[in-house]
């Protein structure tokens, strides 16, 4: 049997990505949600962990004076609760080299477009205010860099006709919700590495 692995959620938001890792982890991913961090103290994310039993730590504007500080904050509680990969889902802060150095290679990012097209918080906007055919999820780690990373996945997501803004942004979602989870089932099975070339090999 494999061994769970033990993750970080950061997130700032509703947290709908933490609920899809959450329900797909009661549904036997091999995946143990160690500790949970917000950077704001409404975010709608902390009462998913919450309801879960996950421990959260959670921030404010204040305490991201010294985002250096703010991120040794954060890797000491990773630590402390064990975690093995750090997970950004709906996280809206730049992460420093302070949590890249303590977890090389381990932080993963979630991103609502086909990078390296659309990179920045709008994706979904510029994506569709561009009028592309065809947009979609991907998920990478994370690097010094914003949005750029080693691609571990990439899934496609059509652009209807008759598509809204928010009718695209559900859908492509709906695809996060079952990418993140499959891309931390590959992990947990020990399948993806990142060559010296700085890419992504999914192993057999």
Not at 120 to 127: E, M, R, S, W
Not at 135 to 164: C, L, M, S, W
Not at 180 to 189: H, R, T
Request: proline residues 4%; negative net charge.
């Amino acid at each position: 049997m494999t061994d769970k692995l033990k993750i970080g959620v950061l997130l700032s938001g509703s947290g709908t990505n933490l609920q899809a890792i959450i329900d797909a982890a009661e549904e036997g991913l091999p995946v143990d949600i160690v500790q949970v961090v917000s950077s704001r103290p409404d975010a709608y994310g902390i009462e998913r962990a919450k309801t879960a039993g996950i421990p959260v730590l959670v921030l404010n504007r204040a305490l991201y004076a010294d985002v250096q500080a703010a991120d040794a904050m954060i890797v000491d509680a990773l630590k402390a609760a064990e975690a093995e990969y750090v997970v950004m889902a709906g996280y809206m802060r730049m992460v420093t080299n302070v949590l890249l150095d303590a977890y090389p290679n381990r932080v993963l990012n979630l991103h609502p477009a086909l990078l390296p097209s659309f990179k920045g918080a709008h994706a979904i906007q510029d994506a569709f205010d561009y009028g592309v055919k065809v947009t979609g999820v991907t998920v990478h780690f994370a690097n010094e860099e914003y949005d750029k990373g080693p691609i571990v996945a990439q899934r496609p997501v059509e652009v209807f006709e008759d598509d809204t803004v928010d009718t695209l942004e559900e859908r492509i979602h709906a695809v996060e919700h079952v990418l993140y989870p499959e891309v931390l089932g590959l992990i947990a099975e020990g399948r993806v590495e990142v060559t010296a070339e700085g890419k992504v090999r999914i192993h057999e």
